[in-house]
Nanobody
């Protein structure tokens, strides 16, 4: 079992930055992949960024160049650095971990970007 807790959301102006954190209950090297998803009101959940255990990273096209997914030094955390934020980035952001056949989800952290 993997337990995930997100933090770091908040209200920022367009053009600002936030860093989301996801704390995992075990080293993320034992996890196949970790990802950030987001869901805006009235919209479906979408994959924002994914990082595989080997270090390969992928991003949603609309956030590429602005967002960066990374591991913490303690190897039990994953971050999403979000720069040049836009109002359309407003959403509830979820941390996701894939381990074998199982997916684990955090409770989400709200990001709101004002214009």
């Amino acid at each position: 079992q993997v337990q995930l807790v997100e933090s770091g959301g908040g209200l920022v102006q367009a053009g600002g930055s936030l860093r989301l954190s996801c704390a995992a209950s075990r080293s993320i090297f034992s996890i196949n992949a970790m990802a950030w998803y987001r869901q805006a009101p009235g919209k479906q959940r979408e994959l924002v960024a994914r990082m595989y255990s080997g270090g390969t990273r992928n991003y949603l096209d609309s956030v590429k160049g602005r967002f960066t997914i990374s591991r913490g030094n303690a190897k039990n955390t994953v971050y999403l650095q979000m720069n040049s934020l836009k109002p359309e980035d407003t959403a509830l952001y979820y941390c996701n971990a894939r381990l074998g056949e199982n997916n684990y989800w955090g409770q989400g952290t709200q990001v709101t970007v004002s214009s």
